[in-house]
């Protein structure tokens, strides 16, 4: 069953097919009743889609606790993606741009704010455009006349150009550059929803987890964790690629096996090549192999091995593709990725990244893998945001499962 990607919703900026396809009435059953929106999501079990799965109605409920400062709360919805593998965003955005206005909206109305910032990569054109469109039809419209009502004053919504780099996607470094800074993570406390956008509260949530909560409020908590399995709540949009016939995004029930989405969703193995593994959540997380095939696909399962389901990006590996290679890759992403805020984040993973290229290239030398331990072991949580605990964590699975791979790079089997 779709939700986010039916049809029906992909009428891009167009307001009026939007409304004619059931748009609308998820906001409208907020303005009915604000104080059942934060319980309405708390019951559809509804967590952040953006990587990090918080439960969505926590955030909400800190953010409405907050008094209301002389400027008015925020709401800012992330939609900077810009990890390797990850390209749901962007399909929201360019396709079915309503859907999340009208959660983001939702959400204003649920913590009090009178500010909407739609945070957009420059790079997906598209999106940015749909998205400017999609906001400048709702202005005027009688949904938002009664918003304004409910809320004591007019909102004001527009969309907001990321940075593009990868590290704006972090919470503080996305609340800096809708200030029009440097997308510079901080350290917190205080969280966004304490002290976001210029000093005020600030909700903010990930694409996905807006245009959720549109049909959360429309169809109601009962109907949105009927739809996912085995005690999962609700679809995930899945990003799958690598090395599969039919890469591309796919809504599936939370809770789907991973075997189902690969096998059934992707056809199968490119060139009948054996499973190999798969960089779960995109390339910052720990990988699972042809033994985890089974593996449900929602928080809780892939947590109890050792992995997260992040974005929902699943980049397939295959027999005869290279584990060092593919970390290699990725941890230059991460180190060419890194704001440089933080030293041992900037160095750290430069210096992996350095180390995993000289064996890559078969110019390994003794004691690199020593090295590369020894880094994976001390990196975690030496920088303000995630990028280095993922560049750690990538590398600490691939050392752990295909320290083979290594070895022989090495010369040593």
Excluded at 39 to 62: D, M, N, Q, V, Y
Aim: negative net charge.
């Amino acid at each position: 069953m779709t939700v986010l990607t039916a049809e029906r919703v992909c009428v891009g900026p167009d307001l009026d097919a939007w409304l004619a396809a059931g748009g609308g009435d998820g906001l409208s059953r907020a303005l009915a009743d604000p104080d059942a929106i934060i319980p309405a999501i708390e019951a559809a079990g509804l967590r952040g889609l953006g990587g990090a799965g918080f439960p969505t109605h926590r955030k909400w409920s800190a953010v409405a606790a907050q008094p209301r400062p002389e400027g008015g709360k925020w709401v800012v919805c992330n939609g900077n993606e810009d990890e390797p593998g990850t390209f749901k965003d962007r399909f929201l955005l360019s396709r079915t741009p309503h859907q999340v206005i009208e959660g983001a909206l939702i959400g204003a109305l649920a913590v009090g704010a009178t500010n909407v910032a739609l945070y957009v990569n420059p790079r997906e054109t598209a999106s940015v455009a749909a998205t400017r469109a999609a906001v400048d039809a709702w202005g005027g419209h009688p949904l938002m006349t009664r918003l304004a009502g409910a809320l004591g004053g007019a909102v004001s919504i527009g969309v907001v150009e990321s940075s593009g780099l990868y590290v704006g996607g972090e919470e503080t470094a996305a609340v800096a550059s809708v200030m029009g800074g440097f997308p510079f993570p901080s350290l917190k406390p205080p969280f966004p929803a304490e002290a976001g956008v210029h000093g005020a509260p600030t909700l903010l949530n990930n694409v996905e987890t807006f245009a959720h909560a549109t049909h959360i409020l429309r169809q109601g908590p009962d109907w949105y964790r009927g739809m996912g399995l085995g005690g999962a709540a609700g679809t995930k949009l899945f990003s799958l690629s690598g090395d599969v016939l039919r890469p591309g995004l796919h809504e599936l029930p939370m809770g789907t096996p991973l075997r189902d989405l690969v096998f059934g969703c992707g056809g199968g193995m490119l060139a009948d090549r054996a499973f190999k593994a798969v960089f779960t959540g995109g390339p910052s997380n720990t990988l699972l192999t042809a033994a985890d095939l089974d593996v449900a696909l929602d928080f809780d399962s892939l947590r109890a091995r050792g992995s997260r389901l992040g974005t929902g990006a699943m980049i397939v590996v295959g027999e005869g593709t290279s584990i060092l290679r593919k970390t290699a890759e990725y941890v230059a992403f991460f180190a060419a990725s890194s704001c440089g805020q933080c030293p041992p984040c900037k160095v750290g993973t430069h210096q992996v990244s350095r180390i995993l290229e000289r064996l890559e290239g078969g110019a390994g030398r003794p004691g690199d893998l020593e090295a590369l331990e020894n880094l994976a072991e001390l990196l975690p949580g030496s920088g303000r945001c995630g990028l280095v605990d993922g560049a750690a964590t990538v590398l600490a699975s691939s050392l752990r499962t295909f320290r083979g791979e290594y070895e022989r790079a090495l010369g040593q089997r």
